[in-house]
């Protein structure tokens, strides 16, 4: 749409995202005025980037009713949103918009193209959606061995959206039986790289606790480091993070 | 002649006041008094138990400075319950009253106590009557120079009051020791030497059974009299 | 000669343990022998050391607490003191921040030794044997949920999965100096506590005639009682609460022992050493993807023995 239709339509547009990784890209490509909640999971330093952003808006728990007071005109949720969810909202006269979960690096393109156009402005995904192109047309020839981990060794699957992601800086998730990265497997047969996901490093509990082994130490030159918030989502965040690692990687 | 023992302030925290006592070898003294009274304080004081107060001496030995294989010598204590967790056997039980183990010792101790049948039997799986034997063989295993047993005699059939009453006698006798056997039953308080007589926490009376039982101490304590028959409540 | 036996066989499955799977410790062999070499001490080894002390901690402070209790059914997990140990250790791990595993060796003694005392208060040390293991039953749940619910409202959405291990025990993925935060201590305070056997013999006729022949029963009470905190204390802020072994190991070793509950602490040892290795080495002979903690063998295996034991007990005291 474009002229004063689609600016008198555009300023009268407020979205409520009621999931951590919708905020994403609400939060990324709306102008203040146009959110009208994010959840507060997006709200929590250890679990969004974007949290300092975040924190100016009312936030949700997922659930519809809690952001029936800021009266948005959309609402954003993935993988379904629940039945009530779709009543209520039309009910209020208010459109829903689910995005999938992205199962590729494609996906994440797409949702943000959605997002974009929810906000009646195509153009705003653009920026984005060359950053992921770039990337994908420098993607490096050369996979080096790399596993990535979190608490207690818990990796990803090869096909998984955030292994496509490491494909892009040059890193290519080993597969693993069960998942899972073992102390052995580090000692006996160390990949390339290690990955490690900082995602609450700083909050105990007994996978964090693992990464204090003598074996995962040993492991300590050839690992890097990545913003564990990021792969929760495996959305338009990743590009900092890929960026880096490719950048480091030289 | 030296006593035996000497016990010099022993006594309990409300229960027995503080309490000299000389014990003679050789004697067989009963102690007697009303539930309550602090008979078995009296005996857990010589005993040296944790709560004891005052200081005893056995042959001229501070009892309390002793470790445990001069303990054993000294003195032993047989307390009025027959409660046994353990299924501990009776032969191993004779052997807790030994510092060394001594089969010859336990084979005579078995044969006296008439303990043959059981003697491989856990003794929690015995009769009251049985184990109140086999703790008594543990007392004097180790033929200590004062035996402290409370109510040794209660429960038990009359063959095993009056044997009880010869095997600790003999065992007196042999060892040149002493005892103090706390006793309920009053009509066997004839067959001691020596009498105490213990209530509201002290000795109020100290003598040969006749003189005890017939003094007015006795009376005041049991509230009870001779009379034809028997006991009678006394007026 | 049959403790030498006995210390033998418990090499030998010490040995298995160590090292099974044999296959991928061969493979690493022809890779690299320092890989191997590596492989077994920074790996196999500290699982093998905890397996073995932890299971023998549990075996002697549970003949030692059984002794002290007079009561055939006490051990380090049914008088709350392993649940008690887990939430001292929590507590300062998850919430306290502390990381040092002396200080955590240390919290998880503190709560073991605090249930213990909360037991006494409850239940006395000479009471009702029933009675005692009731209170000691609810201090461990007591102290087994406040240590969920720490954990569910822990900074880290993770602790609370962390709950199953803390609860039911693990020994994986444990490093060389968690093992020794975990056992010097353990093996200091038992090695004292089997110092302690002969006394707990004659405890068996009851605290005056102890105290007659020259020992003194409150203190030795109160030694019992930290020093089991202490050992367990230590285990089980490396490797979680493990249930039932402290029970099972004593009462086998009286079998052994003809009842008595002194000399029952060395046998109690070496059988916990032994059956926590087995419930271990069978644990990892199922080839799972999930991680199963090793105290659910022990209770599968400690539950049916446990009602035995109610049972005779119970036979003993109607008879």
């Known amino acids: 749409m474009s002229g004063f239709a689609s600016l008198s339509i555009a300023s009268a547009i407020k979205i409520a995202s009621l999931n951590l990784c919708t905020d994403?890209?609400?939060?990324?490509?709306?102008?203040?005025?146009?959110?009208?909640?994010?959840?507060?999971?997006?709200?929590?330093?250890?679990?969004?980037p974007l949290w300092q952003s975040a924190s100016a808006y009312s936030g949700n728990r997922g659930a519809i009713e809690q952001v029936i007071a800021t009266r948005p005109t959309v609402v954003l949720t993935m993988g379904g949103g629940g039945r009530s969810t779709g009543l209520l909202a039309r009910r209020m006269g208010m459109r829903t918009i689910d995005l999938p979960y992205p199962t590729s690096i494609a996906d994440v393109a797409g949702n943000m193209?959605?997002?974009?156009?929810?906000?009646?402005?195509?153009?705003?995904?653009?920026?984005?959606?060359?950053?992921?192109?770039?990337?994908?047309?420098?993607?490096?020839?050369?996979?080096?061995?790399?596993?990535?981990?979190?608490?207690?060794?818990?990796?990803?699957?090869?096909?998984?959206?955030?292994?496509?992601?490491?494909?892009?800086?040059?890193?290519?998730?080993?597969?693993?039986?069960?998942?899972?990265?073992?102390?052995?497997?580090?000692?006996?047969?160390?990949?390339?790289?290690?990955?490690?996901?900082?995602?609450?490093?700083?909050?105990?509990s007994q996978g964090v606790r693992w990464f204090d082994h003598p074996i995962v130490k040993r492991l300590a030159p050839r690992t890097v480091t990545t913003d564990g918030r990021a792969w929760t989502c495996a959305g338009p965040l990743m590009l900092d993070e890929i960026e880096r690692l490719r950048r480091s990687a030289r | 002649m030296t006593s035996l023992a000497k016990a010099r302030g022993v006594g309990i925290a409300a229960r027995l006041a503080a309490t000299d006592l000389a014990i003679e070898p050789g004697q067989m003294v009963a102690v007697i008094g009303p539930n309550g009274g602090g008979k078995t304080s009296l005996l857990r004081a010589l005993a040296r138990t944790e709560d004891a107060l005052g200081a005893m001496t056995i042959d001229g030995q501070d009892v309390d400075a002793t470790n445990e294989p001069q303990?054993?010598?000294?003195?032993?204590?047989?307390?009025?319950?027959?409660?046994?967790?353990?299924?501990?056997?009776?032969?191993?039980?004779?052997?807790?009253?030994?510092?060394?183990?001594?089969?010859?010792?336990?084979?005579?101790?078995?044969?006296?106590?008439?303990?043959?049948?059981?003697?491989?039997?856990?003794?929690?799986?015995?009769?009251?009557?049985?184990?109140?034997?086999?703790?008594?063989?543990?007392?004097?295993?180790?033929?200590?120079?004062?035996?402290?047993?409370?109510?040794?005699?209660?429960?038990?059939?009359?063959?095993?009051?009056?044997?009880?009453?010869?095997?600790?006698?003999?065992?007196i006798a042999t060892n040149h020791s002493a005892a103090l056997v706390s006793v309920h039953d009053l009509g066997m308080v004839a067959r001691f030497d020596r009498v105490l007589l213990v209530s509201d926490g002290a000795i109020i009376a100290d003598g040969t059974s006749a003189a005890v039982l017939a003094s007015e101490q006795f009376g005041s304590a049991f509230r009870v009299e001779r009379g034809d028959g028997g006991w009678a409540i006394r007026k | 000669m049959r403790i030498f036996v006995a210390l033998l066989v418990l090499l030998v499955v010490a040995a298995l343990h160590l090292l099974s799977p044999f296959g991928s410790l061969a493979a690493a062999q022809t890779i690299d022998s320092a890989l191997a070499s590596t492989l077994l001490v920074e790996l196999r080894l500290p699982r093998t050391l905890l397996a073995l002390g932890y299971g023998a901690t549990l075996g002697i402070t549970g003949a030692a607490l059984q002794a002290l209790f007079a009561n055939p059914l006490a051990s380090p997990d049914i008088t709350g003191s392993s649940s008690g140990a887990a939430l001292g250790a929590v507590f300062a791990s998850y919430w306290l921040g502390l990381t040092n595993p002396v200080l955590l060796a240390t919290a998880g003694a503190l709560g073991a030794g605090l249930a213990l005392l909360l037991l006494l208060a409850l239940a006395g040390r000479r009471t009702d044997k029933v009675a005692l293991l009731l209170a000691g039953l609810a201090v461990s749940l007591a102290a087994g949920a406040a240590t969920s619910l720490l954990l569910a409202l822990a900074p880290s959405p993770f602790a609370f999965y962390d709950s199953f291990e803390w609860l039911m025990g693990s020994f994986t993925d444990r490093s060389l100096t968690q093992a020794a935060a975990a056992l010097i201590p353990a093996v200091i305070a038992c090695a004292v506590l089997l110092r302690r056997a002969g006394a707990l013999d004659l405890m068996a006729m009851g605290d005056d005639v102890l105290a007659s022949l020259g020992h003194r029963p409150r203190r030795l009470g109160i030694e019992i009682i930290c020093l089991s905190a202490i050992a367990v204390g230590a285990c089980v802020s490396v490797c979680g609460a493990i249930g039932f072994v402290g029970l099972i190991a004593p009462v086998l070793a009286r079998r052994l022992t003809r009842g008595h509950p002194g000399r029952a602490l060395v046998p109690a040892g070496v059988i916990g050493g032994l059956l926590v290795l087995l419930a271990d080495l069978a644990l990892r002979s199922i080839p799972l993807d999930q991680a199963i903690p090793v105290g659910v063998v022990t209770t599968l295996i400690g539950t049916p023995i446990f009602i035995f034991v109610l049972l005779s007990m119970r036979k003993r005291m109607a008879s």
């Open chain 1, 113 to 204: 193209r959605r997002v974009a156009a929810a906000l009646g402005d195509g153009r705003r995904a653009e920026p984005w959606l060359a950053r992921i192109t770039a990337l994908q047309w420098g993607k490096p020839v050369r996979q080096r061995d790399a596993i990535w981990v979190s608490g207690g060794g818990t990796s990803l699957s090869p096909g998984s959206p955030g292994a496509q992601w490491l494909a892009l800086a040059g890193l290519r998730q080993r597969q693993l039986p069960g998942g899972r990265a073992g102390l052995e497997t580090l000692l006996v047969a160390p990949p390339a790289v290690l990955v490690r996901s900082d995602y609450r490093r700083g909050q105990m």
């Open chain 2, 71 to 171: 303990r054993r010598r000294l003195l032993a204590f047989l307390p009025a319950t027959r409660e046994a967790t353990w299924p501990v056997t009776v032969a191993d039980y004779l052997n807790f009253g030994l510092d060394l183990p001594d089969p010859a010792r336990i084979d005579e101790l078995i044969d006296l106590l008439e303990l043959a049948p059981l003697f491989a039997r856990p003794i929690d799986l015995l009769s009251t009557g049985e184990r109140a034997r086999a703790m008594l063989g543990r007392a004097i295993a180790g033929k200590a120079r004062l035996l402290l047993l409370d109510e040794p005699l209660s429960n038990l059939d009359p063959y095993w009051v009056i044997q009880t009453m010869e095997i600790v006698r003999r065992e």
């Open chain 1, 24 to 48: 994403e890209y609400l939060l990324l490509l709306a102008k203040p005025d146009e959110i009208a909640s994010v959840s507060r999971l997006a709200q929590d330093p250890a679990e969004s």
